[in-house]
């Protein structure tokens, strides 16, 4: 079994600041990508940073320049620092990891997502 728990979301105005983290627990072999969707209300999920196990990172055109995508391998945890925050950044975050069990098979495993909430 394998459970990420996302924490960090909430309400900020706009140009402000938050930080987001995505803890993955359980019966982990490796972790290969991970990173964060979002999806608004009425709207499609959309990739919003990815970073790979060797540091390489994604990011969508909306927040490159503003967002930073990290992990920390130690821990199993991804976290997004998202700078400059506008109202069209609202939207519920998703982690989503690429995991391989122990048990030798890969996966793809999902949070239960953090709402973010830009506006004065």
């Known amino acids: 079994q394998v459970q990420l728990v996302e924490s960090g979301g909430g309400l900020v105005q706009p140009g402000g600041s938050l930080r987001l983290s995505c803890a993955a627990s359980?019966?982990?072999?490796?972790?290969?990508?991970m990173g964060w969707y979002r999806q608004a209300p009425g709207k499609q999920r959309e990739l919003v940073a990815d970073i790979m196990s060797g540091g390489y990172t994604t990011y969508a055109d909306s927040v490159k320049g503003r967002f930073t995508v990290s992990r920390d391998n130690a821990k199993n945890t991804v976290y997004l620092q998202m700078n400059s925050l506008k109202p069209e950044d609202t939207a519920v975050y998703y982690c989503?990891?690429?995991?391989?069990?122990?048990?030798?098979?890969?996966?793809?495993?999902w949070g239960q997502g953090t709402q973010v909430t830009v506006s004065s």
């Open positions: 989503n990891c690429r995991i391989r069990t122990t048990s030798m098979y890969t996966f793809d495993y």
């Open positions: 359980g019966s982990i072999f490796s972790i290969r990508d």
